[in-house]
């Protein structure tokens, strides 16, 4: 069974930088063809799709926010993580981890999210 | 502004069908048959609905089915019961910049 649990702070400061944990079980992103991406959605918004990294650690970013996001995975932890720079209100949303089979282009299986507000 | 063109709201009555669009362009549903659906209740994940335009996962009731022509890729659900109002968010893989997309999503009510 896979499942996904995302942790991170709830409220950041505008331009701060946010780190999202990503903790998996039910798989090892080590094992060929596995991914993990981060989707997220501001409230009452449509679903966005961040990044993705892959067992051969392989990356992939949206290029609107490229220039602003990292990821990584620890797969010794079973965990993915990522961080955003200069974060700004406009980044308040529930952000989610989600799994891929390389050479597939859906997501099988979701966290259930975690909220980031980004205020003063 | 999303990639993929869905309808805001669509309605129906218990025990019909009903019919949710997904317009991209050749970069995009057109190109690939990497088409999917998710639905998603509030407050909850997105749940993947179908794959690869015409594929159910183990578990996905088979009154939910999909279908592509052209540009436009399709999910129907048939026979509605209440528990079928969600959101529910196509995407695609794509040939631009970005390699997935998704859409605007489309609330589903069950009247």
């Known amino acids: 069974q896979i499942t996904f649990k995302e942790s991170g702070p709830t409220l950041v400061e505008p331009t701060q930088t946010l780190t999202l944990t990503c903790t998996f079980s039910?798989?090892?992103?080590?094992?060929?063809?596995?991914?993990v991406g981060w989707i997220r959605q501001p409230p009452g918004k449509a679903l966005e799709w961040l990044a993705l990294?892959?067992?051969?650690?392989?990356?992939r970013y949206s290029p609107s926010l490229r220039n602003r996001l990292t990821i990584t995975k620890d797969t010794s932890k079973d965990q993915v993580v990522l961080t955003m720079t200069n974060m700004d209100p406009v980044d308040t949303a529930t952000y989610f981890c989600a799994h891929m089979y390389g050479g597939t282009s859906y997501f099988g299986y979701w966290g259930q999210g975690t909220l980031v507000t980004v205020s003063s | 502004q999303s990639a993929l063109t869905q309808p805001a709201s669509v309605s129906g009555s218990p025990g019909q069908s009903i019919t949710i669009s997904c317009t991209g362009t050749?970069?995009?549903?057109?190109?690939?048959?990497?088409v999917s659906w998710y639905q998603q209740h509030p407050g909850k994940a997105p749940k993947l609905m179908i794959y690869?335009?015409?594929h159910r996962p183990s578990g996905v009731s088979n009154r939910f089915s999909g279908s592509k022509s052209g540009n436009t890729a399709s999910l129907t659900i048939s026979g509605l019961q209440a528990e079928d109002e969600a959101d529910y968010y196509c995407s695609s893989y794509t040939s631009n910049s970005t390699p997935w997309v998704f859409g605007g999503g489309t609330k589903l009510t069950v009247l």
């Open positions: 690869d335009v015409t």
């Open positions: 990294i892959y067992w051969d650690d392989d990356k």
């Open positions: 039910g798989f090892s992103l080590s094992t060929s063809g596995v991914a």
């Open positions: 050749s970069s995009d549903v057109g190109g690939y048959n990497y």
